[in-house]
């Protein structure tokens, strides 16, 4: 079945230092395709999507291509922040609007000043 | 996008008990998800509740547990029942806001069990 894998965390970085984090993904047909933030004590919130291959989705500074040639949806900040410290997502979807998410297990990312 | 209301956001509960969870939509959506969250953990899809049918339960979570309920296109609720301990969680509802809007979440119930 279809499946995200991410790059395992904690990931601690200081701050103005460049992010990447992983995602590679399997799936049948062409997914759609997210990074999803969760703040401490909040709900998750779509960061960013891709609904086809090399697609680029972009938000807040971060960025994510759709690499359909090695399934990747790697997720890239150029500087990052003290508030960007959260849980960060990786998920696919291949229902369109009739389908489910499936999630990578998480990345947990913490910025130190 | 579409936006929910999700009810309770938290709530701490005696083991056997059960706590029904609410989810208003503000625009009315087809299918409805129900994840749950367990500490530290990634998000596991529990069902797919469509209005007017049975929820689709996924491998693992069965209607018994879980029963959820589907009135209309805007509302929908689940049941956690029968709780232990191990059911400590943090369970969302989604929906699909269209391919170019991705999946909109509710803010969650975070869900203690003693």
């Known amino acids: 079945g279809d499946s995200v894998t991410q790059m395992e965390g904690p990931v601690t970085l200081s701050e103005e230092a460049f992010l990447t984090i992983n995602c590679t993904y399997t799936?049948?047909?062409?997914?759609?395709l997210f990074w999803y933030v969760q703040y401490p004590g909040e709900g998750l919130q779509l960061l960013l999507k891709?609904?086809?291959?090399?697609d680029k989705g972009s938000n807040k500074g971060f960025e994510a291509t759709y690499r359909k040639e090695t399934t990747s949806f790697h997720l890239e900040k150029g500087s990052v922040q003290v508030s960007d410290s959260a849980v960060y997502f990786c998920?696919?979807?291949?229902?369109?609007?009739?389908?489910?998410?499936?999630f990578g297990k998480g990345t947990k990312l913490s910025v130190k000043p | 996008s579409a936006v929910i209301s999700q009810k309770p956001s938290r709530d701490i509960c005696q083991r056997g008990t059960s706590l029904t969870i609410q989810c208003q939509v503000d625009?009315?959506?087809?299918?409805m998800f129900w994840y749950r969250q367990q500490p530290g953990q990634s998000l596991t899809l529990i069902a797919t509740?469509?209005?007017?049918?049975?929820?689709?339960?996924e491998s693992g979570f069965v209607i018994d547990k879980f029963p959820i309920s589907r009135p209309n296109l805007t509302f929908s609720t689940l049941t956690v029942s029968n709780m232990s301990p191990e059911d400590s969680s943090i369970y969302l509802c989604?929906?699909?806001?269209?391919?170019?809007?991705?999946?909109?979440f509710g803010s969650g119930t975070r869900l203690t069990v003693v």
């Open positions: 989604s929906v699909a806001a269209g391919v170019n809007y991705g999946y909109t």
């Open positions: 799936a049948t047909g062409y997914p759609s």
């Open positions: 891709a609904t086809k291959a090399d």
């Open positions: 998920a696919l979807s291949e229902g369109g609007s009739q389908g489910n998410l499936i």
């Open positions: 625009s009315q959506v087809t299918m």
């Open positions: 509740a469509n209005q007017g049918s049975e929820a689709t339960y």
